[in-house]
């Protein structure tokens, strides 16, 4: 009851210290604790009312929060996905009951970003829907929102201007997984839209900073590229096949006419 | 039965001093209780429909009804001591004056309408809610229904399940109309529940509807697909109930980004529901004209101009004009101009999403047009703000090859884009395929008109005598000597 809560919140204060030394064993250490006195709390999960069920229900928040922020800085990614949906869970049902946290549009854009360069755009759009008005006006989701806008158009000049702008210091972890998917993207688009490119102008587009980066990214992903007088060559010269007639349907579909018109004569 | 009650009523009315225009208001009751003993018929007789026509003659009355009518059927329907008359008529607003002289004649009408049938009781629970929600008696309203929900529970009657979908369905329209959906979430949930295991067809569709309603109020659209997929499928009984699950159907998969799927529900639902929905009709194809924009098909012009409907589309048509152009600044502005508009229509989301749209069709359009240009000039036409527009049109180009939305190279050094040739369609295996749907077509229609094909009745063929037969096998001989001729005649 009164003491857990009092322990908790202690504990809580020593966490957010430790997260912000980047002190990430003890960090690690204390979350476990506290994750243990959350299960002695009574209001969680709210079956029924008790007094300090407001306290208890903000506490918890903060803990995720800062949960969230710690599986970032040790970079494990099923953990921060777990603790973020945990935290949205809290910001869903909770908003009734005391006001919002002021990081709360912090953590909903880091989740959007989070969906990007997993590709999985249409749980992207549902979270979107969940937001609501002003929230899109909100530095932090509008950087998300356009972020998924130019991913979608292929602008991706602007998204090496965005890998910059970011708005959350909080922000530069992801900002990496990002960067890799957006090369990927360049690559692809670049293979199908171009025969051949310059040399500096191919290590310019994949936003690589130095030539040997870039051949090393060659030898190891794309053995086909061939590199010839400083032009890089994506396809050899692939012969153009012939339509292959697919024989075995073409004979299908005349026996079926055969049969068809043997039944009528 | 009907002609005793109206007699009796008669006197009673000509003898109230006090009751103006007798006449409607009697036929008002006089209605009422000819509803009540169809009721009565139809759960003596265990027959659904009955019960049915009883609910659809009520809400042709819905908007006659007043307040004594209401009191007054309640009098007569329920017996005075039972709970449920108390509570009703707690409900009710009193009106002085003519209640007295109805309840004079209420002795002499009570024989007709048996009590203790939980029929009419539902029915009259049913019936002062659409009074109250009608009045606009919001918070009395939510009590009946939470009443007349605890009395339903210890139901489980076919012929109750009818009144009992209507009395759900009104519950979840208050609790909507002063915002509080959230709160019943978890009751529609347990009815749902309770109505799948009493095998209540009717009611578990009402209620799975009504808790996608539910959820789609709050923009939960996760949740409702979870609960969408695993909830039991069975026909349909009833095609309003159905054009709604569709139409929430359709919501859930445009979000998801499904668009095919989300068309085709969309558009099913706008042609099933009858021509008098005419705001459900209006939404359906709203979110059916975006959904055919966001798969990149142009909606043709008689879909906005569809009676009734060219007021309520026209922003929508601005929106198809601009995307079909391919102009970014007019897409832009019309967006800005109808803002509020789409937000109330929640497809605000949906319209940032197609600007990706428009940018695609202003390509394909010059790309078709133009068998090389530059990549300054593409910047130029699209009209793209940004401050390196050259860099970012190459970069969409790219794209856009890679997405297969057009047929092209760039040549980097030069800067231009060069289009491929659009090729002979008739080299590849394109027509076959279109003339193999087509032939199975016909022979599909052959197939079917043989199955249909009926033998005249030909019970009175004479029989050919012996000389008829004769003279046709000699007809025959010359025919087969001409045909034979005629080659002859050839070489």
Same mark, same amino acid.
């Given at each position: 009851m009164d003491s857990g809560l009092e322990e908790a919140t202690q504990k809580l204060a020593w966490l957010s210290f430790a997260c912000a030394r980047d002190d990430l064993e003890s960090g690690v250490a204390l979350l476990a604790e506290l994750k243990v006195l959350l299960t002695r709390l009574h209001s969680l999960p709210p079956l029924e009312k008790t007094p300090n069920a407001v306290e208890e229900l903000k506490i918890a928040r903060t803990i995720y929060e800062n949960a969230v922020i710690l599986s970032l800085k040790i970079k494990d990614d099923e953990a921060f996905g777990r603790n973020l949906c945990q935290l949205k869970e809290f910001y869903i049902n909770t908003w009734l009951v005391f006001a919002r946290s002021p990081y709360e549009y912090q953590f909903l854009g880091l989740n959007l970003l989070r969906l990007l360069p997993e590709n999985r755009i249409s749980e992207f759009h549902t979270e979107l829907e969940h &937001? @609501? &008005?002003?929230? &899109?006006? #909100?530095p932090c989701i509008k950087y998300a929102v356009e972020l998924e806008q130019s991913f979608m158009e292929g602008t991706y000049k602007q998204l090496a201007n965005f890998c910059q702008a970011? @708005?959350?210091?909080?922000?530069v972890y992801l900002m990496d997984r990002i960067a890799e998917s957006v090369r990927d993207e360049i690559v692809d688009c670049s293979v199908e839209a171009y025969d051949y490119l310059p040399v500096s102008v191919a290590k310019k587009m994949l936003m690589f900073t130095s030539y040997r980066e870039f051949f090393e990214y060659i030898s190891e992903e794309q053995p086909e590229w061939e590199i010839k007088n400083c032009s890089i060559h994506f396809?050899?010269? =692939? @012969? =153009? $096949? #012939?339509?292959? &007639? $697919?024989s075995f349907k073409l004979i299908k579909q005349a026996l079926s006419y055969a049969q068809e018109l043997e039944q009528i004569v | 039965m009907p002609e005793d009650v109206e007699m009796n009523d008669s006197p009673a009315a000509a003898a109230a001093a006090a009751s103006d225009a007798p006449a409607p208001a009697q036929s008002t009751l006089h209605h009422l209780k000819e509803i009540a003993s169809v009721i009565e018929a139809g759960s003596l007789s265990k027959e659904v429909r009955r019960i049915s026509r009883a609910v659809r003659l009520t809400i042709a009355l819905r908007r006659r009804l007043a307040a004594r009518d209401v009191a007054a059927f309640l009098a007569l329907a329920l017996s005075p001591s039972s709970e449920a008359f108390a509570r009703l008529s707690t409900l009710v607003p009193k009106e002085d004056g003519s209640e007295m002289d109805v309840d004079m004649a209420a002795p002499t009408a009570q024989v007709s309408i048996k009590h203790g049938l939980p029929e009419i009781e539902i029915y009259c629970y049913l019936l002062v809610l659409i009074f109250l929600i009608d009045n606009k008696k919001y918070d009395e309203a939510k009590t009946c229904a939470s009443a007349s929900i605890a009395r339903l529970k210890s139901l489980n009657r076919r012929t109750v399940d009818v009144l009992a979908s209507r009395l759900y369905s009104y519950y979840s329209y208050v609790h909507e109309l002063t915002n509080t959906l959230a709160e019943i979430r978890g009751t529609l949930l347990a009815l749902h529940r309770m109505a799948t295991l009493h095998h209540d067809e009717l009611g578990q569709e009402t209620l799975l509807n009504l808790l996608l309603r539910n959820y789609l109020h709050y923009n939960l659209y996760d949740q409702a697909e979870k609960l969408r997929s695993k909830a039991p499928r069975f026909e349909a009984h009833s095609n309003q109930q159905f054009c709604r699950y569709l139409f929430y159907l359709g919501k859930i998969r445009t979000i998801q980004l499904e668009y095919t799927d989300a068309k085709e529900s969309l558009l099913q639902a706008a042609r099933k529901a009858p021509t008098t929905a005419r705001g459900f009709r209006i939404q359906c194809n709203k979110w059916a004209i975006i959904v055919r924009l966001l798969l990149g098909e142009i909606p043709e012009r008689t879909v906005f101009m569809q009676k009734g409907m060219k007021a309520a589309l026209t922003p929508y048509f601005e929106l198809t004009n601009a995307v079909r152009v391919g102009d970014l600044e007019l897409f832009r502005s019309v967006a800005d101009k109808y803002s509020s508009t789409f937000s109330a229509d929640r497809t605000r989301n949906l319209i940032v999403r197609l600007r990706h749209n428009v940018i695609r069709t202003g390509l394909r359009n010059i790309s078709i047009s133009y068998s090389r240009i530059s990549l300054a000039d593409i910047a130029k036409k699209l009209r793209l703000d940004s401050e390196n527009p050259v860099a970012d049109a190459e970069s969409i180009v790219a794209k856009a090859i890679r997405d297969g939305a057009i047929d092209a190279t760039i040549d980097h050094a030069n800067g231009w884009m060069v289009s491929k040739e659009t090729g002979d369609v008739y080299s590849t295996n394109e027509p076959q395929i279109a003339f193999n749907s087509r032939i199975a077509f016909c022979l599909n229609m052959h197939n079917e008109a043989v199955k249909a094909l009926r033998f005249p009745p030909n019970s009175h063929k004479e029989k050919e005598s012996a000389e008829k037969r004769r003279e046709r096998l000699q007809q025959e001989e010359e025919l087969a000597k001409h045909m034979a001729e005629e080659d002859d005649d050839d070489f």
């Open positions: &937001l @609501p &008005l002003e929230a &899109l006006n #909100h970011v @708005p959350n210091e909080t922000y396809h050899m010269a =692939k @012969p =153009k $096949s #012939h339509m292959d &007639l $697919s | -």
